[in-house]
Each structure stands twice: as C-alpha cells, then as structure tokens.
Antibody, heavy 117, light 106 residues
C-alpha cells in the first residue's frame, strides 16, 4: 500500500525557516516525482514544485523560487521541503503528493499546517 | 499561468445527476484531472486525463471534455459526495488548479 506520511504541525516565527518531511512507503521512491503543494484556508491549491526521487532533480513554480527548496533522501525514501524567510502569507497547509505519468497526483500525504506567528 | 474557472457552489438532492464544469483560459489538450476534497482531508484523485476513472473510484463518477471545456459528472449523487471538487491541468507550465466547486447534498 502506497503511503505518504508527513511531519507534524509547525508554529514558526516570521523570518524563520522550516523543513517539512514526507516519508514514503509501498512503492519504488526513485521511480517517481514528488510534488509539494500549498493550500491556504478555504482557498485554491498551488503547485510549489517537484523533485525526482531518483536523482534529486527539481523544478519549481516561478512563484516559489527562492521560497522553497526541495530535496530527497533516497536511503529513507523521504522527500523534504525547506521554506525560508517565512511571513504570514506562508501560513497554510502543505501537502506532498506523488506525481503520476500525466502530471496528476495519485497519492497524497495528510498535509501539515504551518502557522507563521 | 492557465486559469481554470469553476462555479463556486452547487446543491443537489440524493439520486440526482450533477455536472461540475471547468473552463481553461487556454487549451490543455486532454490533460485535465479531477479531485474530491472533504474538510480536513487531502484531495483524492477521481478522474485523470479528462475521462479516465482512477483506481477504486465508483463508476458514478465520470469525466469528459478536451481543449478548454471539461465536465465532471456524478450520477447518481449520494450523501457522501458532499465535498469540494477541484480540476487541475498539467498541459501548461506551471500546472494549475481551479478554485473548486463546493457540492452540497440537500
């Protein structure tokens, strides 16, 4: 069974950074892209970027360049996202999601709430 | 960026048929996908590439369309279908989502 388990909720101060994790199981991590997405309360879903589990090659939505940095640890089948210089606009739920062949997301983590205050 | 426009809300009775539309600001071929999201949960893939049913999704859900106009249909609607439904395109970069249609079951 494919599972994506995200780390717990974060409360961080403005200007600080936070590192979120997404531990996977049930599939070959190095064969897929992992994406990260942002959802502010009651709002739209935004794609931040994705990273290939095999070689760590990453691509970003222009809007999030400089804000988010994606990495992977193949040995533990875990994806990470660093968010830097946090402001209130970064308060949101962040999801990791496995990217399928045509770009859809077939498996999602449970989401993690990041509060900047 | 490609803007996906969805109607904000719909209300239907159980047993009825409902169609949820998604219009793209530019062509996306057939690279449109649909998700269901219930409060406090992660989105769940329903339909991929316009008309393909995702694994484990009931056949009550179907999708159609190509180019700029797409539709998700639920027939018949059940009480458990109360949720927000999002469309997503992956033809143009960056991939984008619609703002969601909140479906209420009367």
């Amino acid at each position: 069974e494919v599972q994506l388990q995200q780390s717990g909720a974060e409360l961080v101060k403005p200007g600080a950074s936070v590192k979120l994790s997404c531990k996977t199981s049930g599939y070959t991590f190095s064969n897929y892209y992992m994406s990260w997405l942002k959802q502010m309360p009651g709002q739209n879903i935004e794609w931040i970027g994705n990273i290939f589990g095999g070689n760590g090659g990453a691509g970003y939505n222009q809007k999030f360049k400089g804000k988010a940095t994606l990495t992977v640890d193949k040995s533990s089948s875990t994806a990470y996202m660093d968010l830097s210089s946090l402001t209130s606009e970064d308060s949101a739920v962040y999801f990791c999601a496995r990217r399928g062949n045509w770009g859809y997301f077939d498996y999602w983590g449970q989401g993690v709430m990041v509060t900047v205050s | 960026d490609t803007v996906l426009t969805q109607s904000p809300a719909l209300a239907v009775s159980p047993g009825e048929r409902v169609s949820i539309s998604c219009r793209a600001s530019e062509g996306v071929n057939s690279y449109m996908h649909w998700y269901q999201q219930k409060p406090g949960q992660q989105p769940k893939l329903l339909i991929y590439k316009a008309s393909n049913l995702a694994s484990g999704v009931p056949a009550r859900f179907s999708g159609s369309g190509s180019g700029t106009d797409f539709t998700l249909t639920i027939d018949p609607v059940e009480a458990d279908d109360t949720a927000t439904y999002f469309c997503q395109q992956t033809w143009n970069d960056p991939l984008t989502f619609g703002s969601g249609t909140k479906l209420e079951i009367k």
